[in-house]
């Protein structure tokens, strides 16, 4: 059966992020969002355009990525309607957002030092692979494998640039 649709979001889920960044006053702001995937290097993250953590990654140039396991769903949902803008925009006031000058505390999460950048990443994130996955606004886990895929059979290796290493390139521990 075809049916046409024009929903307002069709969002088949990736997986969720802390981003943080530096706030214009100088204080750490931490942002959940999921609309981020990687490809070598480089990681296309999709915001809202008038959101806060997007403004201080322009003026800033630096965030970091921390990525959650799906043990932290419970903070990251903390943190959903929340915003370092204050005052609150309209179109966030809309969606039932409040100022909250502290991010890092309301998740619980624990701010340690970046190694190249100045927003402080997130203890309870390292990279993990089991990370809760937003898929039509609910938090998913990744089940077992339903088939193996034939990409998998492509070494990793194939898919890393030949080119230079950009100079503010980091690697992961």
Not at 23 to 28: I, M, R
Not at 44 to 62: C, H, K
Not at 63 to 79: D, F, G, Q
Not at 105 to 125: I, K, N, Q
Request: proline share 13%; aromatic share 6%.
């Amino acid at each position: 059966m075809h049916s046409i649709i024009g929903p307002a979001i069709l969002y088949f889920g990736t997986p969720v992020v802390l981003v943080s960044s530096i706030n214009p006053d100088g204080a750490p702001n931490l942002a959940p969002m999921s609309s981020a995937w990687w490809l070598g290097r480089s990681c296309m993250l999709g915001f809202g355009a008038r959101s806060q953590t997007p403004a201080n990654i322009q003026r800033t140039g630096e965030c970091v990525l921390n990525l959650p396991s799906v043990h932290e769903a419970a903070a990251v949902n903390r943190l959903a309607r929340t915003t370092a803008s204050n005052p609150v925009p309209p179109h966030k006031l809309a969606m039932g957002c409040r100022h909250e000058p502290d991010k890092f505390a309301l998740g619980g999460f624990t701010p340690l030092p970046s190694h190249d950048v100045s927003p402080p990443r997130v203890a309870e994130c390292p990279v993990h692979w089991r990370p809760p996955i937003m898929s039509f606004q609910q938090f998913n886990g990744l089940s077992d494998r339903v088939q193996t895929s034939t990409l998998a059979e492509i070494p990793e290796e194939a898919y890393r640039p030949r080119g230079p290493v950009l100079p503010n390139a980091t690697q992961a521990a």
